[in-house]
């Protein structure tokens, strides 16, 4: 059974940076999208990027687009690490941040994959991280 395991939350001023980890391991981990979610006091859960393993880019939602990136480790002993870099962090990037994983099959699916928006699509969930942006 796949397990995520989530790192890298904290405190930043506003403008700052963090680094995220979500740690996927497990038999066929290679074939799982990861997609990082964030929610906000109050506020839904919210996509904010979508990663496989045999992608080169990842899709981000338009509230991220331009400040966060992401890249895939592959770290070997079926696990593979999905990194998500927050650059230019404001206020509303506040939340805690998780990582969710969905299983897309083949390499060549993994490679079209789009992720699914709602939250029941996703079979493992990871554990949260908190995000604070604040001065």
């Known amino acids: 059974q796949l397990q995520l395991v989530e790192s890298g939350g904290g405190l930043v001023q506003p403008g700052g940076s963090l680094n995220l980890s979500c740690t996927a391991s497990?038999?066929?981990?290679?074939?799982?999208?990861i997609r990082w979610f964030r929610q906000a006091p109050g506020k839904e859960r919210e996509g904010v990027s979508c990663?496989?393993?045999?992608?080169?880019?990842?899709?981000?939602?338009a509230s991220v687009k331009g400040r966060f990136t992401a890249s895939i480790e592959n770290n070997g002993n079926r696990k593979n690490t999905v990194h998500l870099q927050m650059n230019s962090l404001t206020p509303d990037d506040t939340g805690v941040y998780y990582c969710?994983?969905?299983?897309?099959?083949?390499?060549?699916?993994?490679?079209?994959?789009?992720?699914?928006?709602?939250?029941?699509?996703?079979?493992?969930w990871g554990q949260g991280t908190q995000v604070t942006v604040s001065s």
């Open positions: 969710a994983a969905v299983f897309c099959y083949s390499e060549n699916l993994c490679r079209e994959f789009v992720c699914p928006e709602g939250r029941n699509d996703y079979e493992t």
């Open positions: 990663t496989t393993n045999f992608r080169r880019t990842s899709n981000f939602a």
């Open positions: 497990g038999p066929t981990f290679q074939y799982y999208a």
